[in-house]
Antibody, heavy 117, light 110 residues
Framework: QVQLVQSGAEVKKPGSSVKVSCKASGGTFSSYTISWVRQAPGQGLEWMGRIIPILGIANYAQKFQGRVTITADKSTSTAYMELSSLRSEDTAVYYC??????????WGQGTLVTVSS | QSALTQPASVSGSPGQSITISCTGTSSDVGSYNLVSWYQQHPGKAPKLMIYEVSKRPSGVSNRFSGSKSGNTASLTISGLQAEDEADYYCCSYAGSSHVVFGGGTKLTVL
C-alpha cells in the first residue's frame, strides 16, 4: 500500500518561495511518477508538473514554467515542489500524487499554502 | 494547455442515471485513451473512479462507467445514491509528459 505524507501548512509573504515535501512509503519510489496538483479555495484541480525520480527528469505545465521546481531524493523517497515569486493567487492546497499516464491512484493528504502580507 | 471543459453542475434524483461530459481537443482527449475521472468530497483528497477511459479500479462500484467519442469523454453514474453527491473531475494525458484536468462538475443528488 502506497502512502504519500506531505509537510505541514505554510504561511508565506508575497514574493517569497515555498517548498513542500512528499515522503513516499510502500512500492518502489524510483519507479513512480510523482505529480503535483493544486486546488485554490473553491476552485478545481490544476496540474503543475511531474517528476520521474529514477530519471530525475521533471516536466512542468506551461503556466508554471520558470516559477516551479520539482525534485526528488531517491535516498529518502521524498519528492519536493518549490514555488517561487508567490502571489495571493497561489493560496491553495497542494497535493502530491502517484501518477502514471494521467491515472492518479494515490494522493497525499494535501498541504495548505497561504500567501498573505 | 487549456483545461478540459466540463459542465459546472449536474443533478439527478436517487435511482436515476446522470452523465458528465468532458470535452478536450485532438491534442489530449482525442489522441489518447488516457482519460481518468476523480470524485472529490468536501475537504477530502480526490479519489480515482475511472482510468484509461473506461476501466474501474478495484473497489469502485460498477454504477460508475466511462466512455469516449472523439474529443469528448463521459462519466455515467447509474442508480444515483446520496453518497454520490460530490465534485467530479476528468483528467487527460496531453502528450509530452503533460496532464490536464477539467474544470470540475458539482453533482447534486436531489
Amino acid at each position: 500500500q502506497v502512502q504519500l505524507v506531505q509537510s505541514g501548512a505554510e504561511v508565506k509573504k508575497p514574493g517569497s518561495s515555498v517548498k513542500v515535501s512528499c515522503k513516499a512509503s510502500g512500492g518502489t519510489f524510483s519507479s513512480y511518477t510523482i505529480s503535483w496538483v493544486r486546488q485554490a479555495p473553491g476552485q478545481g484541480l490544476e496540474w503543475m508538473g511531474r517528476i520521474i525520480p529514477i530519471l530525475g527528469i521533471a516536466n512542468y505545465a506551461q503556466k508554471f514554467q520558470g516559477r516551479v521546481t520539482i525534485t526528488a531524493d531517491k535516498s529518502t523517497s521524498t519528492a519536493y515542489m518549490e514555488l517561487s515569486s508567490l502571489r495571493s493567487e497561489d493560496t491553495a492546497v497542494y497535493y502530491c500524487a502517484r501518477e502514471k499516464m494521467a491515472t492518479i491512484d494515490y494522493w497525499g493528504q494535501g498541504t495548505l499554502v497561504t500567501v498573505s502580507s | 494547455q487549456s483545461a478540459l471543459t466540463q459542465p459546472a453542475s449536474v443533478s439527478g434524483s436517487p435511482g436515476q442515471s446522470i452523465t458528465i461530459s468532458c470535452t478536450g481537443t485532438s491534442s489530449d482527449v482525442g489522441s489518447y485513451n488516457l482519460v481518468s475521472w476523480y470524485q472529490q468530497h468536501p475537504g477530502k483528497a480526490p479519489k480515482l473512479m475511472i482510468y484509461e477511459v473506461s476501466k474501474r479500479p478495484s473497489g469502485v462500484s460498477n454504477r460508475f462507467s466511462g466512455s469516449k467519442s472523439g474529443n469528448t469523454a463521459s462519466l455515467t453514474i447509474s442508480g444515483l445514491q446520496a453518497e454520490d453527491e460530490a465534485d467530479y473531475y476528468c483528467c487527460s494525458y496531453a502528450g509530452s509528459s503533460h496532464v490536464v484536468f477539467g474544470g470540475g462538475t458539482k453533482l447534486t443528488v436531489l
